[in-house]
């Protein structure tokens, strides 16, 4: 292998190096995300539950009051 061949291979080692690192940098940022969706996720579960536990009760009254 003479200098400029080595020298290609270099460069394109370092390009693989930086597109790597590029990508595990993509990569973490993308896991930062889906973390942050799954807690909105669990949050609004909560919430439409919660929403949901509070209709159901409002229900149970006005059907009680409909008997009387």
């Not at 995300?33 to 536990?53: F, I, P, V």
């Given at each position: 292998?003479?200098?400029?061949?080595l020298?290609?291979?270099?460069?394109?080692?370092?390009?693989?190096?930086?597109?790597?690192?590029?990508?595990?940098?993509?990569?973490?940022?993308?896991?930062?995300?889906?973390?942050?969706?799954?807690?909105?996720?669990a949050?609004?579960?909560?919430?439409?539950?919660?929403?949901?536990?509070?209709?159901?009760?409002?229900?149970?009254?006005?059907?009680?009051?409909?008997?009387?």
């Amino acid at each position: 292998m003479d200098q400029s061949e080595l020298q290609a291979l270099a460069e394109k080692v370092d390009r693989l190096i930086a597109r790597c690192q590029k990508l595990e940098q993509d990569n973490t940022a993308l896991r930062q995300l889906q973390d942050d969706w799954n807690r909105e996720r669990a949050q609004l579960m909560q919430k439409n539950d919660l929403a949901r536990n509070k209709i159901e009760a409002m229900i149970g009254r006005l059907r009680a009051l409909e008997q009387h």
